[in-house]
């Protein structure tokens, strides 16, 4: 109930204008009952962050080994954070600021156990390789590239929502596609 409230608040006040004393009201438990699970709200956005990066990675994989399929992979990276728009508010729209002093130092980046899993990624973009069906290069700099597109994209459909940026299907589809076609191999 606790982390339900609290990506509820984040998704739509903001790190900024959330309080554990919000979060609490909103649960309907004491602070001092999040207190004992969560030494700070940085510690809690930590928790979420973790959670959702692990069943994003768990999608991922189980899509993968299905059908190992790179294009496929960045659709349905695409569609879990169009699926969710409130994780990918409270995730992307909160910049991370590690506190000095205390426990909550390091990025979440830096520190994250989930993360890893993004390197699925790099595996498919290895072994699309090693098929010969995309150009040779650093599958760690492909996958921010693929990041990147994605990630504009999902932006601007979650962020911007009342503009007309036509069918989001065709958008993310034509999107992936003008990726792949950037990295596969030119005669």
Not at 52 to 60: C, I, S
Request: glycine letters at 6%; a negative charge; hydrophobic letters at 40%.
């Amino acid at each position: 109930m606790i982390l339900r409230a609290a990506r509820d608040l984040f998704a739509s006040e903001g790190y900024e204008g959330v309080s554990m004393r919000k979060v609490a009201e909103r649960a309907g438990c004491a602070p001092a009952t999040i207190y004992s699970f969560f030494s700070s709200k940085r510690r809690l956005l930590h928790q979420i962050w973790e959670e959702v990066f692990r069943e994003l990675t768990e999608a991922l994989r189980s899509s993968y080994e299905k059908d190992a399929d790179l294009e496929k992979l960045c659709v349905i990276y695409l569609d879990f954070w169009l699926n969710r728009p409130d994780d990918y508010r409270a995730i992307f729209l909160t910049q991370d600021r590690p506190l000095a002093g205390n426990e909550d130092t390091g990025y979440f980046v830096d520190n994250s156990q989930a993360l890893s899993g993004l390197d699925i990624f790099c595996v498919a973009l290895s072994e699309a390789q090693a098929r010969g069906e995309i150009q040779p290069g650093d599958p760690v700099e492909m996958r921010s590239v693929l990041f990147c597109a994605m990630h504009g994209v999902a932006l601007s459909l979650v962020t911007i929502p009342e503009y007309n940026w036509g069918d989001p299907t065709h958008l993310k589809v034509n999107t992936v596609r003008a990726l792949m076609r950037g990295i596969q191999l030119t005669d």
